[in-house]
């Protein structure tokens, strides 16, 4: 299977920014094996902003446009060295790619990405994909930026034709109400359809470091179940999930994709 796996800052990081070195350590692992039991493996990764935030010591999350933009470039130089150490370990090969809006809004540049992964995959190196937050800002008017990474991997899985999309989050999956706040609130282990109800029931985002949250969720599954892609939403404290999850079992919240064999 060809698997795209998101994991959100709030995943790879501590609450103080740091990186949380077994967490990764652990996701690498999965990540490997999975990779050497024949899937096609391509990361979505956030966490450039938290952990630039962490390593230049700034007090959270930057409001203004070019701290942002500079805490990005720094964590994003930091998050790749640390992939590209744990990875090798398991000989497997990383590749970076960072995406603005413009790369894949316009048919000719999303031709150069979608060549560039089609080849990487060939190769068999393991593409990492963020969006390029050092540059990547939004002037009036004009929207160069996708946002977040849950419509970006959402994105990423559309063009390299992906069976299955994994985001992997703070929470277990998709619930009936807010679990943090309702002890009624159930896990909904399978959707078939989006519907305004569902999206009724997606709330505003969670994390200090991280951006979005539900709604770009249920956005992102809307985005490749109508191209018969799958989607999992699933807890990134556990990243050994993903075995059960690449094998079909039911875990987290699983948005079956439209294929005419269902
Ligand atoms: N691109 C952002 C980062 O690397 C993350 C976006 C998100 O949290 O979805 O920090």
């Avoid at 966490?47 to 930057?62: D, F, H, Q, S, Y």
């Avoid at 398991?90 to 809004?105: C, G, I, K």
């Avoid at 969006?131 to 990547?136: G, L, P, Q, R, S």
């Avoid at 699933?234 to 919240?253: F, V």
């Amino acid at each position: 299977m060809k698997i795209v796996v998101k994991v959100g800052t709030s995943t790879l990081a501590h609450a103080t920014g740091r990186l949380n070195i077994r967490r990764v350590a652990e996701l690498v692992t999965v990540l490997s094996d999975l990779k050497n039991a024949g899937h096609q493996l391509i990361l979505v990764s956030s966490g450039a902003i938290g952990m630039g935030v962490g390593k230049l010591n700034l007090p959270g999350r930057p409001a203004d446009m070019p701290t942002k933009q500079a805490a990005a470039a720094v964590g994003q130089c930091e998050l790749m060295y640390t992939y590209d150490k744990l990875f090798s370990e398991y000989h497997h090969t990383v590749a970076q790619l960072l995406l603005t809006r413009e790369d894949v809004d316009f048919p000719g540049r999303r031709q150069n990405f979608e060549n560039a992964m089609e080849r990487l995959l060939e190769l068999n190196a393991l593409p990492i994909v963020n969006e390029n937050d050092a540059v990547a800002t939004d002037e009036v008017g004009v929207s160069t930026t996708i946002g977040e990474n849950d419509t970006l991997s959402a994105i990423v899985a559309r063009c390299v034709g992906a069976d299955l999309l994994v985001l992997l989050s703070d929470i277990d999956g998709l619930y009936t109400a807010d679990p943090r706040k309702d002890p009624d609130a159930a896990l909904i282990p399978e959707v078939r359809e989006i519907t305004p109800e569902l999206t009724a029931l997606a709330g505003s985002p969670g994390s200090a470091l991280g951006t979005g949250g539900m709604a770009t969720k249920l956005k992102a599954a809307e985005l490749v179940m109508a191209c018969g892609c799958d989607m999992v939403i699933a807890n990134g404290q556990r990243p050994e999930l993903l075995y059960g999850i690449a094998a079909g079992e039911p875990i987290g919240t699983r948005f079956v994709g439209r294929r005419e064999d269902r």
